[in-house]
């Protein structure tokens, strides 16, 4: 197992197994890097040395403010970069490590910079691939005995999100305000939102993409796949309800997204592969495929008190099928769009991934530790989300996915 000359403990996120990609900002300047232990190696100033070849020639795709230009080089140069860091970060390696000026230029501390949106976002889909949140929120709001639609075990379902609304941890969240109608009234009201969600996901960043009119292939969708981050997908529960006749979410979803700031490349989460959920229904076969997924762990905290755990790998539909399904009508993919793979949730109580099941629609509040009932979200509340995969010694984290709630305005 490799080791790094930068100190990191057993649980921190951010080992040299891990290396994700992030964009920060300092005082002076803007860098894309990669987190290890408590710092950021900044790739902007290793690669102005032609440090990130082995030639001495810049890349060229580190000097702007997103990782687009990065994603958009495709696999063997993210494999190379990503190899090079290792071997500069390793402890057995003097070239970085004994060099004081070097490292002065090319380190900075987490805790001193400001964490950017990592991606120009240019189309967000979001899909529904959670079998028991599905069936959950089926049985709360339809027949128990038909919580899932039909369509459901046969396609990833999904629906085109707002890119324009996702923003980075830490961001507040502004309540939204939007037209509802009570079951007793024949008529809406506006006003703020009463029934605020988080909804627990993954986001899944493309890199290489597709050309209009053609179809990514399930056995190509994997190399397409650049990283993963945490995702928080709002929802305003109450509007929903209103609106979603009969073209599903819209203002409830488009007011905020929250992501975590870094990109862990799919390669970190290889180790991590596992069996995913068996397919009970034969799929067609532009979906079919050997299906893997991840074990990724999940927890979500309430104002730091942990009210849910789940994994990624409870999810039903793969993320190969998302990206073979989303083209399959030759949509085009472009490099840094993302999809979200719907809420999470797992198969007991406290592995539910939204407020809206684990208090089931409000019918059984979360009692907080200072006494205080939740059956959704109040302003002032501080919902903080965290993923790691568990290695022998090491974890695999995607750092935090956080915000606080401000009341409407």
């Known amino acids: 197992m490799p080791s790094s000359f930068i100190p990191t403990t057993e649980t921190s996120d951010f080992p040299i197994q891990n290396l994700p990609y992030g964009v920060f ?30 030639s001495g020639k810049p890349i060229g795709c580190f000097s702007s403010a ?21 071997n500069l970060l390793d402890s057995e390696n003097p070239q970085l490590r004994d060099d004081n000026n070097l490292r002065s230029n090319v380190f900075f501390n987490q805790d001193k910079v400001n964490m950017l949106l990592p991606v120009n976002i ?25 919580a899932l639609l039909p369509n459901w075990m046969h396609l990833p379902v999904g629906y085109h999100g707002r890119s324009s609304s996702i923003v980075v941890d830490g961001t507040p969240i502004r309540r939204p305000m939007g037209q509802t109608k009570a079951d007793d009234s024949d008529t809406p009201t506006f006003g703020p939102c009463r ?76 180790p991590f592969l596992t069996e995913a959920p068996k397919q009970e229904k034969e799929v067609l076969e532009y979906l079919n495929h050997d299906r893997q997924t991840y074990d990724i762990k999940l927890e979500v905290t309430l104002n730091n008190h942990t009210i849910a755990r789940s994994n990624f790998k409870y999810l039903y539909w793969t993320p190969e099928q998302f990206v073979a399904h989303h083209s399959v009508t030759g949509c085009n993919i472009n490099p840094g769009d993302l999809m979200g793979s719907g809420t999470i949730s797992g198969p007991t109580p406290d592995s539910y991934g939204s407020m809206l099941e684990l208090c089931w629609k409000g019918t059984k509040p979360l009692t907080l530790p200072d006494g205080t009932e939740r059956k959704f979200l109040q302003d002032g509340d501080v919902v903080n989300m965290h993923a790691f995969c568990q290695g022998d010694g090491f974890r695999i984290g995607f750092g935090n996915c956080s915000a606080e709630i401000l009341p409407a305005c």
């Open 195 to 270: 029934l605020l969600d988080f909804e627990l996901e993954m986001g899944l960043f493309l890199g290489q993409g597709n050309k209009l009119g053609t179809r990514i292939p399930i056995n190509e969708a994997k190399e397409k796949l650049f990283g993963m981050v945490i995702l928080n997908d709002w929802s305003a529960r109450d509007i929903q309800k209103w609106e979603y006749i009969p073209l599903g979410p819209f203002l409830a979803k488009n007011f905020a997204s929250t992501i975590s700031p870094w990109v862990v490349p799919m390669d970190a989460l290889e």
């Open 122 to 146: 240019g189309d967000y889909t979001d899909f529904y691939a959670s079998r028991e949140h599905a069936t959950n929120v089926g049985t709360m709001f339809r027949d128990p005995d038909n």
């Open 25 to 54: 900002k300092t005082s002076s300047s803007t860098h894309i890097g990669v987190a290890i232990g408590e710092h950021i190696l900044s790739l902007t100033e290793l690669d102005k040395k032609g440090l990130l070849t082995e």
């Open 66 to 86: 997103t990782l687009n230009n990065f994603m958009e080089e495709g696999p063997a140069i993210w494999k190379q970069v990503r190899n090079r860091v290792t």
